[in-house]
């Protein structure tokens, strides 16, 4: 029977922005990354980030007695910081580990970002959420062991400022189920099949925890609530099961800290009886994305039960009425204590809606950041232990804030909603793939294996110098446009002089894909302070879809035709897909999605007109997140993809034949949504495929795919330069698998990130290893 021992706080947050809000954390390890700076000084403003944060998280309400505040610090990813505990580092870089198996921080950052001829390890999405994570590489024979005891000294960090908080890391179940199988492994093997070998290590920090004084840890189980991981359910559950058996009751209390395992994302479903059954203290449950069991479930007597009733996902106001009555309803089900957090960590968030005095006040009044969040959090509990008339202000203040953002102009706006309404059932196709590849070969008359990028180029800091002056008013609209066209030169002259096939003008002028068009629809606000992280130093400003949209004006036509004029191949319109303007916005939550999808390709689909009409040959509509929104479970998968695929066909169904479309995904498990992205009917697809190794081709050729595909064979979120070796092997892999007729040559992604110190070499070598290949192929090039 499990014994609450130790007292858990009214009120939590399962994490917390880590970056900084002024994006510290990225400024120091990048400065590390460029050495400018020494290991020592990131290390002292990581810990004064974190002193900032426990700070912070204190002034707005969290207790500092009790374990309130989450530990939950990363210099890059959380799940890299699970595997540096357990020594799991892969062979290709074991001469990184210092004696103990642990690593330093240049390490860690080399196995992040990879190192000459070694790549670093794969990255792909965190559940359904824009955060990217590393995927651990497992083995049979990959040796752990308690490595590092960074956990440890954090929480100490936080005792020495007489703060108890709650170390968080990811749970045992997880770490396993999403990492993938160590090249050489047997075809059966799955990494979970090493859940008893994980075990100990956790249980080893647990008595380390327990013995510097945690009282608490959160111990993350997302796995729980997704059929996506790769791990039949069954399997999960039974995994679930030892863990905690191991963990909580075969590890004595006395030993170990109470444990909460935390089930963000989504709804546990068969896996609450496991864990209620189970000698774990607490279980954190998603109310936002998951549900409330309607009865008691066995077991839950004896736990602490915390309701994530405020969205850690999305930055709308609570409707605090409702959630309190969620977790009165928690109350019913007889659990020893009900606790309130935030549905997932806060880091998906920004800061603090009071560091954007530029957004519209009444907007503004809608919001909820993450210290917002917090607020809400400090309110549901004080509602929750002392009765809603100790918060009927605050409950009376929230319901006002919904009613004036649901009657505000531009919400809703007829004239969208009646064009919408009038489409016919065409606008959502196009005509036969053999007349339009016909029609296409004849216009553009591309070689074999035809090389083209994925959009973007560097963001040098002359641009973002000039795009910072402008905003300023230091230069005007004409020199402003003036130096970007300057930019765009340089890149189609680096382009030619590269080779590739068809071209791209580099986007100077967008700060961000989503962004700049959000800055020019109706509908949307931007902010100036926004950040969130997306991978490691990675942050990005997501863009808030506040009402119906429509485009005003042609937003990108304008810099396509002025790159069209300095060459004669072929240049690409480029615009970003509805799904993944969507997926990298903070959207509106008061109609279905798909609704919203519809609305923005209706605009993206004038834009695809007047491009078409201007002379553009190719348009390229970008949905990197189309799986990033696949609903966690597989029963809802279906709906999904079927109003995703529809946005995006109302977007370019209305070209010629002989105007080609292209798209591009990235960082997918792609074989789940094979079947859809046939169903986008792109006469071109380009995918992430650099870092896994080209894994995509299978599925790829199981299914017949019959159109044109772009494989990327060049990583691009890694600084190492790949050989041309390394290419043309990458490449003669794809033309194994794929008739050579449909394949195209492209990096992974976009070049926004990069330093044309890499850029250029690196395309230099994917136009030789094209070259070799076409060679090979006995082809025409021309």
Known sequence: MTDLTHPFPSGTVLGYPRIGPRRELKKAVEAFWAGRSTAEEVEATAAELRRRTRARLAELGLDTRLPAIPSAFSFYDHVLDAATVLGAVPERFADLATADGGLDLAGYSTVARGRGDDLPLEMTKWFDSNYHYLVPEIGPATAFRYASDRPVREFAEGLADGVLTRPVLVGPVTFLALAKAAEGSPADFLPIDRLADVLPVYAELLRDLARAGATWVQLDEPALVSDSTGVPADRLLAAAAEAYRALAADLPTAERPSILVAAPYGDLRDALPVLAASDVEGLAIDLVRGSAPASPVPGLASKVLVGGVVDGHNIWRADLDAALGSLEHLESLGAAQVAVSSSTSLFHLPHDVEDEPELDPTLRSWLAFADQKIGEVVTLATGLTEGREAVHAELLAAADARRSRAEAPGVVRPDVRERLAALPEGAFHRGDFAERRAAQTSRLRLPALP?????????????????????????????????????????????????????????????????????????????????????????????????????????????????????????????????????????RDDQPLGDTANQVALALRDEVADLEAAGTAIVQVDEPALRELLPLRAEDHAAYLE????????????????????????????????????????????????????????????????????????????????????????????????????????????????????????????????????????????
């Open 451 to 587: 090389t083209t990028t994925i959009g973007s180029f560097p963001q040098t800091p002359e641009i973002r110098a000039a795009r910072t002056a402008f905003g300023r008013g230091e230069l005007t609209a004409a020199q402003y446009e003036d130096a970007m066209k300057a930019e765009i030169r340089q890149v189609v002259e680096l382009q030619e002089q590269i080779g590739l096939d068809v071209l791209v003008h580099g986007e100077p002028e967008r700060n961000d894909m989503v962004q700049y068009f959000a800055e020019n629809l109706d509908g949307f606000a931007v902010t100036q302070n926004g950040w969130v992280q997306s991978y490691g130093s990675r942050c990005t400003r997501p863009s808030i879809l506040w009402g119906d949209v429509a485009r005003p004006a042609p937003i990108t036509v304008p810099w396509t035709t002025y790159t069209q004029s300095l060459t004669p191949k072929p240049v690409k319109g480029m615009l970003t897909g509805p799904v993944t303007i969507l997926a990298w916005s903070f959207v």
């Open 643 to 782: 109003w995703s695929v529809r946005s995006f066909r109302l977007a370019t169904s209305g070209v010629r034949p002989d105007t080609q479309i292209h798209t591009h995904l990235c960082y997918s498990e792609f074989g789940e949504v094979i079947g859809a992205i046939d169903g986008l009917d792109a006469d071109v697809t380009s995918i992430e495929a650099a870092r896994s190794k080209m894994e995509i081709l299978a599925d790829i050729a199981a299914e017949g795919y019959p159109r044109g595909i772009g494989p990327g064979v060049y990583d691009i979120h890694s600084p190492r330069v790949p050989s041309e070796a390394e290419v043309t092997e990458l490449l003669t892999e794809a033309v194994r698998a794929i008739d050579p007729e449909q394949l195209w040559v492209n990096p992974d992604c976009g070049l926004k990130t990069r330093r044309y110190a890499e850029v250029t070499p690196s395309l230099e070598h994917v136009l030789a290893a094209t070259r070799t290949v076409r060679a090979s192929l006995a082809v025409p090039t021309a």
